[in-house]
Protein backbone atom coordinates (compact mmCIF):
# COMPACT_ATOMS: atom_id res chain seq x y z
CA UNK A 1 0.00 0.00 0.00
CA UNK A 2 3.03 2.60 0.35
CA UNK A 3 4.73 1.82 -2.50
CA UNK A 4 1.20 2.42 -4.25
CA UNK A 5 0.78 6.05 -2.52
CA UNK A 6 4.41 6.68 -3.12
CA UNK A 7 3.67 5.83 -6.96
CA UNK A 8 0.53 7.46 -7.40
CA UNK A 9 1.97 10.94 -5.26
CA UNK A 10 5.36 10.22 -7.50
CA UNK A 11 3.12 11.11 -10.32
CA UNK A 12 0.74 13.62 -9.71
CA UNK A 13 3.60 16.15 -8.25
CA UNK A 14 5.41 15.78 -11.85
CA UNK A 15 2.33 16.06 -13.54
CA UNK A 16 1.36 19.29 -11.71
CA UNK A 17 4.18 20.59 -12.40
CA UNK A 18 5.29 19.68 -16.01
CA UNK A 19 1.81 20.58 -17.21
CA UNK A 20 2.43 24.69 -16.92
CA UNK A 21 5.66 24.60 -17.82
CA UNK A 22 4.93 23.62 -21.16
CA UNK A 23 2.08 25.75 -21.53
CA UNK A 24 4.36 28.75 -20.64
CA UNK A 25 7.14 27.59 -22.84
CA UNK A 26 4.61 27.36 -26.37
CA UNK A 27 3.00 30.44 -25.40
CA UNK A 28 5.96 32.59 -24.63
CA UNK A 29 7.43 31.53 -28.06
CA UNK A 30 4.55 31.93 -30.07
CA UNK A 31 3.83 35.63 -28.97
CA UNK A 32 7.67 36.84 -28.80
CA UNK A 33 9.37 35.26 -31.55
CA UNK A 34 7.71 36.67 -34.89
CA UNK A 35 9.60 34.79 -38.17
CA UNK A 36 11.06 37.36 -40.52
CA UNK A 37 11.99 35.74 -43.97
CA UNK A 38 15.28 37.03 -45.84
CA UNK A 39 16.27 36.70 -49.05
CA UNK A 40 20.20 35.34 -49.13
CA UNK A 41 20.18 35.83 -52.89
CA UNK A 42 19.49 40.00 -52.42
CA UNK A 43 20.36 40.09 -48.36
CA UNK A 44 23.80 41.92 -47.26
CA UNK A 45 25.80 40.38 -44.66
CA UNK A 46 24.40 42.64 -42.03
CA UNK A 47 21.10 41.74 -43.04
CA UNK A 48 21.75 37.78 -42.84
CA UNK A 49 23.43 38.31 -39.29
CA UNK A 50 20.94 39.88 -38.22
CA UNK A 51 17.98 37.70 -39.50
CA UNK A 52 19.06 34.26 -39.01
CA UNK A 53 19.84 31.88 -35.51
CA UNK A 54 23.62 30.91 -35.44
CA UNK A 55 24.59 33.03 -38.16
CA UNK A 56 27.14 36.02 -36.99
CA UNK A 57 28.91 38.54 -39.14
CA UNK A 58 31.60 36.02 -39.88
CA UNK A 59 29.57 33.38 -41.69
CA UNK A 60 27.26 36.10 -42.90
CA UNK A 61 29.93 37.10 -44.93
CA UNK A 62 30.78 33.96 -45.76
CA UNK A 63 27.36 33.65 -47.56
CA UNK A 64 27.74 36.46 -49.42
CA UNK A 65 30.98 35.40 -50.99
CA UNK A 66 29.87 31.87 -51.94
CA UNK A 67 26.77 33.88 -53.69
CA UNK A 68 29.33 35.52 -55.56
CA UNK A 69 31.12 33.15 -56.18
CA UNK A 70 28.60 30.92 -57.19
CA UNK A 71 25.71 32.48 -58.06
CA UNK A 72 22.64 32.64 -56.44
CA UNK A 73 21.70 30.07 -54.48
CA UNK A 74 18.97 27.22 -56.13
CA UNK A 75 17.93 25.75 -53.00
CA UNK A 76 18.11 26.24 -49.51
CA UNK A 77 20.10 22.99 -48.83
CA UNK A 78 22.78 24.39 -50.92
CA UNK A 79 23.71 26.72 -48.02
CA UNK A 80 25.66 23.56 -46.29
CA UNK A 81 28.23 24.27 -48.71
CA UNK A 82 29.27 27.34 -47.28
CA UNK A 83 32.19 27.08 -45.30
CA UNK A 84 30.79 27.20 -41.62
CA UNK A 85 26.88 26.53 -42.22
CA UNK A 86 26.14 22.88 -41.23
CA UNK A 87 22.78 21.29 -41.51
CA UNK A 88 22.07 22.34 -37.57
CA UNK A 89 21.97 25.86 -38.44
CA UNK A 90 20.03 25.13 -42.09
CA UNK A 91 17.29 23.05 -40.23
CA UNK A 92 16.95 25.89 -37.17
CA UNK A 93 16.60 28.92 -39.87
CA UNK A 94 14.56 27.07 -42.42
CA UNK A 95 11.23 29.42 -42.36
CA UNK A 96 13.18 32.41 -41.99
CA UNK A 97 15.33 31.85 -45.63
CA UNK A 98 13.82 32.55 -48.86
CA UNK A 99 15.59 32.36 -52.34
CA UNK A 100 12.98 34.89 -54.32
Known sequence: MKLLSTILF?????????QPIIAKTAS??????QVTSINLNKAGAK????????????KAQAIVEYREKHGDFKAVEELASVKGIGVATIAKNH???SLK
Open 95 to 97: ERI
Open 28 to 33: AKSSSE
Open 10 to 18: TLFFALSFS
Open 47 to 58: EIAKALKGVGMK
